[in-house]
């Protein structure tokens, strides 16, 4: 049966959590967690709720699903080895770096691939597996058809969300916060611009959408391993709430839809990415919704107020004369016998019977246990006190926790490795490489002394001139069957280097015989991610645009890494147009009369790009460090990210010339990075 995995933001949380019938929880610590706001464990508070936890026969996972940097590569190391002591059933990660510094300290330990790796297809997947992931968190922009098919191709645990906040954006590209703040989502510190208002064709808050939910449909999921409820940063009476309807629907059994909505949502709740009708989707915290919630609290705590009952427990009781009471109870982990300190007597009234001695063990109630098969022998006329019973019914119980504690506790090894890291080369020359959006574009980029020219699968045929200098791009949302086949095509075509932005791209280069070259939305922050890089074939890494100039450039790989250095950058990848409201209109989002542009609450323009299966907001002031040759001098290449430009060589000129940019600019993280 799968698994119901609920947010631990907290020990009231917790204790919630596993009163209201959760199979697994999940929790951060005070560091490396996506959710820093939360109140999060210590080090004592998790081996504690580890204990709590496996006493029951549930598990925990920890999230320590963050980007890391080369500086808390040490500190990263300690906390791994603190879960691990702690014996903690797997670590949720998002960063290469910090799963291979799992993989080195403590190789038995299960590492979920987080959501945040953008996983959201095949080939996605498989090349987590093929990483020595043990299970791997689908994006919650996914289709019930997509899941499905995900799911019945591919071998490894999957885990969805079903229901809580929704983000905006495809899993692990969204850099809104980042550079509208300098707080990072990736660094676990998102401040949620994407429920600001910005509006467009008259409506309002058109990137913030409601809270999903698909509990009603889970009957329909059996095959995929784990349930999982977001909201981490919530109150221990919205996680009894919505496990309570996540057990009740696996159960088939019908569950309070309007309580789980009322305990919180923005404007309600929505199934549209699993349905695949994405209209209606928008929605806000608003006051009715807070007034509501706030006369729900009350009747939701009787959810959680006591024991769960998830462990049958078959017993058998055997009295006999001369004799201690004997017991032995038994569950799914082994069996205990007890007896008693009591010896029977002689009954001087109404002796025991076999129905009575049954009934007073079944008495589970306010314990894990349930009464399973529950038989006695009792001999004739003898008595024992109804406290005697208890007692040894309670003993039982106690052993019985103890079982269970041992049974699921881990005894992980853990090992203090050397990290070895690839020694960077000095660089010789910065090169020159662009990402190009349009025919004319590409035309124009191929007239110039780009080293490498990153394009769209759909603008490249046989007549393209030097295939050697160019890479090809597929969609950022993966089409396994089409892409694969376009790979292919142009790879007999004589295109010899792909791009790589993810996990599945890589996946599908490699396996039509591409050279791969990895894009900045692969995240890579630290040398270890992108030593994996170097050891999973990258011939080269452009690093992410998250980082400073002056960490990204102490990154040591042997293989070239670059930074981007000119365009737009992207605010957030989306499956759902704000402009259309979830409506199809054409290719790409290709109505002609498509301003492509939606406003933020000050009028300004935020330009929307249609990527191909999905949109984009832009950064409307473009990243320019034209005078700033040192800076890029310390990278072995850097990366002109061209979107709507129609000038490339205007562009070129003023790096090459070092000029100082004029007009609406920014400078994008080079400067500060991100915390």
Avoid: W
């Avoid at 009603?216 to 919530?234: C, D, N, T, V, W």
């Avoid at 959810?303 to 769960?308: A, D, G, S, T």
């Avoid at 069996?335 to 007597?345: D, F, L, N, Q, T």
């Avoid at 002031?621 to 034209?626: E, G, K």
């Amino acid at each position: 049966m799968s698994e119901i995995l609920a947010p631990c933001g907290s020990f009231e949380s917790l204790f919630a959590a596993l009163r209201s019938g959760a199979d697994a929880v999940y929790a951060g610590m005070k560091n490396f967690s996506a959710r820093k706001n939360a109140e999060n464990f210590s080090d004592a508070d998790l081996a504690k709720a580890v204990a709590e936890c496996h006493k029951r026969g549930v598990k925990l996972y920890v999230a320590l699903n963050t980007l890391i940097y080369d500086n808390e590569i040490s500190s990263f190391a300690e906390c791994v080895k603190k879960v691990a002591k702690c014996g903690a059933d797997g670590i949720i990660v998002q960063d290469l770096g910090a799963a291979e510094l799992i993989r080195l300290i403590s190789p038995e330990m299960p590492r979920h691939a987080s959501t945040q790796m953008t996983l959201n297809s095949i080939s996605g997947v498989k090349a987590a597996e093929e990483l020595g992931f043990s299970r791997v968190v689908l994006g919650r922009e996914l289709s019930k058809d997509e899941i499905l098919n995900i799911s019945r191709n591919t071998d490894i645990e999957l885990e969805i969300f079903v229901h809580g906040a929704l983000c905006t954006s495809v899993s692990g590209q969204c850099y809104m916060s980042a550079f509208f703040g300098g707080r990072s989502g990736n660094r676990g510190l998102c401040a949620q611009p994407c429920r600001l208002d910005f509006s467009v064709n008259g409506r309002h808050n058109v990137i913030s959408l409601k809270d999903g939910s698909i509990v009603k449909y889970l009957p329909e999921l059996s095959e995929i391993a784990s349930f999982k409820i977001e909201g981490r940063m919530k109150r221990p009476e919205y996680v009894a709430c919505s496990v309570d309807a996540c057990v009740k629907s696996v159960e088939e059994k019908e569950f309070d839809s309007e309580r789980l909505k009322n305990v919180f949502s923005r404007s309600g709740l929505t199934d549209g990415y699993f349905t695949g009708n994405m209209n209606n989707m928008n929605g806000i915290r608003k006051k009715d919704d807070v007034e509501i919630t706030s006369k729900t609290l009350g009747s939701i705590r009787e959810l959680y107020k006591n024991e769960f009952p998830r462990i049958r427990v078959d017993a058998f009781v055997k009295i006999a004369a001369g004799e201690p009471v004997y017991l032995k109870a038994s569950c799914k982990y082994g069996e205990v016998i007890c007896k008693s300190a009591e010896i029977p007597a002689k009954a001087t009234g109404k002796p025991l019977d076999e129905k009575t001695v049954c009934e007073r063990i079944a008495k589970f109630g306010g314990t894990q246990f349930y009464a399973g098969n529950i038989s006695a022998s009792v001999n004739e006329g003898l008595f024992v006190s109804a406290s005697a019973l208890n007692a040894l019914r309670r003993e039982a119980c106690e052993k019985l926790e103890a079982l269970v504690l041992e049974k699921n506790s881990h005894i992980y090894n853990i090992n203090d490795p050397e990290i070895k890291l690839s020694e960077r080369c000095l660089v010789k020359k910065t090169a020159y490489r662009a990402e190009v959006s349009n025919a004319k574009q590409l035309m124009q980029a191929l007239n110039f002394s780009f080293e490498m020219i990153y394009a769209p699968v759909e603008l490249l045929c046989e007549d393209i001139p030097d295939k050697e200098r160019i890479a090809v791009s597929s969609p950022l949302i993966i089409d396994e069957t089409a892409d694969r086949a376009r790979l292919c095509e142009l790879r007999k075509m004589g295109f010899e280097n792909g791009y790589a932005q993810t996990l599945a791209h890589m996946q599908l280069l490699k396996e039509c015989g591409f050279k791969i070259h990895g894009g900045f939305r692969m995240n890579i922050l630290n040398s270890v991610s992108a030593g994996v890089c170097e050891k999973l074939g990258f011939s080269d890494i452009t690093l992410s645009i998250e980082g400073s100039a002056s960490v990204l450039s102490t990154v040591k790989s042997g293989i070239p890494m670059g930074m981007v250095a000119y365009g737009k950058l992207p605010l957030t990848l989306m499956r759902r147009c704000p402009i259309a409201d979830g409506k199809t209109c054409g290719i790409y989002g290709g109505r002609s009369d498509c301003k492509k542009m939606i406003y933020d609450r000050f009028g300004r323009e935020i330009p929307v790009s249609c990527n191909g299966r999905c949109v984009e907001l832009l950064n409307p002031d473009p990243l320019i460090l034209s005078d700033k040759p040192d800076m890029l001098g310390r990278f072995d290449f850097i990366v002109f990210c061209f979107t709507d430009e129609t000038d490339i060589e205007s562009i070129v000129k003023i790096y090459d010339e070092h000029i100082k940019p004029s007009g609406r600019f920014t400078r994008g993280l080079t400067s500060e990075g991100v915390v």
